[in-house]
C-alpha cells in the first residue's frame, strides 16, 4: 500500500464543513502538512502539525492528529468556492533531509 | 516580494530533444527540490540539493540531470533518454535546517512532447 492515502474526491454545498481525511503508515512520521494546490499552479502550504499536538486551528482550518490510528483530517469550516482546490497530505520523519512523502491529493468540489 | 520563479509556464518538447526548466528563488533557502506531477498521482521527487555544487538523485532520477551552481538557482534538464516526460514540473524550496516546516513551491512547468 502507499505510504500516504488520500480519498480522490469530495463533494460539499457552500457554507457546508468540509473534512478531508489522510491516513499514513510510518509509525515515526514526526511532521504532517497539508497543501492546497489552485488549478494550474504550485503547492501552496496552508498548515502543519508536530506529532506531539493533537490539534491544531487556524481561523477556518483545524487540522486533527490521531497518532494512534495514523490519521490526519482537515476541516475548513464554512466552505467557500474559492476553497475548491487539490489537497494534499504529506508527512516526513525527523533525521535527514525531511523530504515528505506525499498523498495523491484530493479533489474538493464546492457548489451553490 | 520573495518567492520562487519558474520558467516557462509551458513548454513544448520534440521528441529526442533535450529541454531545461528554470527555477529561481530568492528567499535565501538552503534546499531547493524538483517534483513531476502527474493526473490523479501524488508528487514524485526527481532531485534535490542541500548545499550549493551538491544535489542527490530522488525517486524518479532516471532521464533528468540538475546542477546547482548557485545557491538561487536549480534548473532541470529533461533529456531524450526521458520516455514519457509529459507532465507537470514543480520546483520547491526549504531552510535546510527547518525543511520540517515544510517547502515553497514555484508555479510549475507544464511540458509537453509534441
Known amino acids: 500500500g502507499e505510504d500516504v492515502e488520500q480519498s480522490l474526491f469530495l463533494s460539499v454545498r457552500e457554507g457546508d464543513s468540509s473534512v478531508i481525511n489522510c491516513t499514513y503508515t510510518?509509525?515515526?512520521?514526526?511532521?504532517l502538512y497539508w497543501y492546497k494546490q489552485e488549478p494550474g499552479a504550485g503547492l501552496q502550504l496552508l498548515t502543519y502539525i508536530f506529532s506531539n499536538m493533537d490539534m491544531k486551528q487556524d481561523q477556518r482550518l483545524t487540522v486533527l492528529l490521531n497518532k494512534k490510528d495514523k490519521h490526519l483530517s482537515l476541516r475548513i469550516a464554512d466552505t467557500q468556492t474559492g476553497d475548491s482546490a487539490i489537497y494534499f497530505c504529506?508527512?516526513?520523519?525527523?533525521?535527514?533531509?525531511?523530504?515528505?512523502?506525499f498523498g495523491r491529493g484530493t479533489s474538493l468540489i464546492v457548489h451553490p | 516580494d520573495g518567492g520562487i520563479t519558474q520558467s516557462p509556464k509551458y513548454l513544448f518538447r520534440k521528441e529526442g530533444q533535450n529541454v531545461t526548466l528554470s527555477c529561481e528563488q530568492n528567499?535565501?533557502?538552503?534546499?531547493m527540490y524538483w517534483y513531476r506531477q502527474d493526473p490523479g498521482q501524488g508528487l514524485r521527487l526527481i532531485y534535490y540539493?542541500?548545499?550549493?555544487?551538491?544535489?542527490q538523485k530522488g525517486d524518479i532520477a532516471e532521464g533528468y540531470s540538475v546542477s546547482r551552481e548557485k545557491k538561487e538557482s536549480f534548473p532541470l534538464t529533461v533529456t531524450s533518454a526521458q520516455k514519457n516526460p509529459t507532465a507537470f514540473y514543480l520546483c520547491?524550496?526549504?531552510?535546510?535546517?527547518?525543511?520540517?516546516?515544510?517547502?515553497?513551491f514555484g508555479s510549475g512547468t507544464r511540458l509537453t512532447v509534441v
Open positions: 540539493s542541500q548545499i550549493v555544487n551538491d544535489f
Open positions: 520547491a524550496s526549504s531552510i535546510r535546517r527547518r525543511a520540517n516546516y515544510g517547502y515553497t
Open positions: 528567499l535565501n533557502h538552503d534546499a
Open positions: 510510518d509509525s515515526s512520521s514526526t511532521y
Open positions: 504529506a508527512e516526513s520523519r525527523q533525521g535527514g533531509s525531511y523530504i515528505p512523502t
